[in-house]
T-cell receptor, first 116, second 111 residues
Framework: DTGVSQNPRHKITKRGQNVTFRCDPI?????LYWYRQTLGQGPEFLTY????????KSRLLSDRFSAERPKGSFSTLEIQRTEQGDSAMYLC??????????????FGPGTRLTVL | EDQVTQSPEALRLQEGESSSLNCSYT??????LFWYRQDPGKGPEFLFT?????EEKEKERLKATLTKKESFLHITAPKPEDSATYLC????????????WGAGTKLIIKP
């Protein structure tokens, strides 16, 4: 399978714990995005990488959230001191840069986070 | 402020009953309008990109169209397997790669 993969698929944690999610993009894609989605809503942008550089970060993203893409391949999203309001589906997407691309983003299956 | 509004929120159709979903948008300098399908518990699945007013794209029973203010997703003779949430997103502004999303239309096709 050459699509976007995310791990874990589900995570249950207690309030105050730290969690980390991993995203492996489509291999030839140099752009990677993280979104958060709650029930009945569209995805909400969190952050964006081009290669290893983090170029955009939502102003809604608190300092408890951090993302890395150390070698321009896979990415991790860490949430520190989780709160119940962090419960959501965390989606990763990737896209390629090119003259014939409108930056179509392809999504992984998501990581469902539940904070108790 | 860039904004995307989808209507209706939910749509129930009988199998074979054609209809349309609406996506209205306001964005400074449209750099693409995107349609996705999302099944419960899964990530969005890319369907179409539209870039300029008058453009149309088709895939099986789906046809997407674009004007300067809105996009329509027409579904012809739908089947139960077309049941899903259909999401619309726009990208606006040079050098801006994030997508602004609507809340989606939940489509239910009854056999």
């Amino acid at each position: 399978d050459t699509g976007v993969s995310q791990n874990p698929r589900h995570k249950i944690t207690k309030r105050g714990q730290n969690v980390t999610f991993r995203c492996d993009p489509i291999s030839e894609h140099n752009r990677l995005y993280w979104y958060r989605q709650t029930l009945g809503q569209g995805p909400e942008f969190l952050t964006y990488f081009q290669n290893e550089a983090q170029l955009e970060k939502s102003r809604l993203l608190s300092d408890r959230f951090s993302a890395e893409r150390p070698k321009g391949s896979f990415s991790t999203l860490e949430i520190q001191r989780t709160e119940q309001g962090d419960s959501a589906m965390y989606l990763c997407a990737s896209s390629r840069q090119g003259p014939n691309s409108y930056n179509e983003q392809f999504f992984g299956p998501g990581t469902r986070l539940t904070v108790l | 402020e860039d904004q995307v509004t989808q209507s209706p929120e939910a749509l129930r159709l009988q199998e074979g009953e054609s209809s349309s979903l609406n996506c209205s948008y306001t964005v400074s300098g449209l750099r693409g309008l995107f349609w996705y399908r999302q099944d419960p518990g899964k990530g969005p699945e890319f369907l179409f990109t539209l870039y300029s007013a008058g453009e149309e794209k088709e895939k099986e029973r789906l046809k997407a169209t674009l004007t300067k203010k809105e996009s329509f997703l027409h579904i012809t003779a739908p089947k139960p397997e077309d049941s899903a949430t259909y999401l619309c997103a726009v990208r606006g502004g040079w050098g801006n790669y994030q997508l602004i999303w609507g809340a989606g239309t939940k489509l239910i096709i009854k056999p």
